[in-house]
């Protein structure tokens, strides 16, 4: 295992969309337990290969606060079952800012594990948005996406002005 570098907005490979894992192999298992320490270093509760710059269609979370309830998801479909929820997000790759997002509550998402099997899970709440955060990811998209334009624009100076003042400090 090794902690990967996370990839920070607006980086232009955050926009790639991610490729099918076509079979789940012994680096396929050792990229998830990367991405589950990385992710815990962080500390987040999901992390996508996306965002490690893997363009692999492979999302890992775990919402518990023991962080004991890890869960992989290799080429997660999501299908929307119920509701709607307005929950505040944050991203790893958007360190520092948060920010109100809609969306579903109730989902199923249907997925192979890091063993290469088949399963699908419904859930709802915290899991279900995070769930649904990091599958963002793999389509190139990020939860600023949903924000509105000046939103947008402010989050993408206050992280450039921060950039250039960590460049500095080095």
């Known amino acids: 295992m090794a902690l ?4 920070q907005y607006p ?4 926009r ?4 099918t894992v076509v079979e789940v192999t012994d680096e396929t298992r050792q990229l998830v337990a990367s991405m589950f320490e990385t992710m815990y270093a962080a500390p987040g ?3 996508s290969a996306s965002q490690v710059d893997v363009h692999q269609r492979i999302i890992v979370v775990d919402v518990s606060k023991e ?3 890890p869960h992989v998801f290799i080429n997660p479909e999501i299908e929307i079952v119920d509701g709607m929820q307005r929950l505040e997000e944050g991203c790893l790759s958007i360190p520092g800012f948060y920010e ?3 969306r579903a509550d109730r989902i199923r998402v249907s997925a192979m594990d890091e063993q290469g099997e088949a399963f699908s899970l419904e859930t709802d709440g915290y899991l279900s948005v995070c769930i649904q955060h990091e599958c963002d990811h793999l389509d190139g998209k990020l939860f600023v996406d949903y ?7 402010r989050i993408r100076k206050k992280l450039a002005k921060l950039q250039r003042e ?4 080095r």
């Not at 924000?147 to 624009?153: A, V």
């Open 4 to 7: 990967l570098p996370i990839l």
């Open 11 to 14: 980086d232009p490979r955050l």
């Open 16 to 19: 790639t969309r991610a490729q």
């Open 45 to 47: 509760v999901g992390l």
């Open 67 to 69: 962080r004991n309830e």
């Open 100 to 102: 109100a997002v809609s």
């Open 147 to 153: 924000l509105s334009n000046l939103k947008r624009g």
């Open 166 to 169: 960590n460049r500095v400090r």
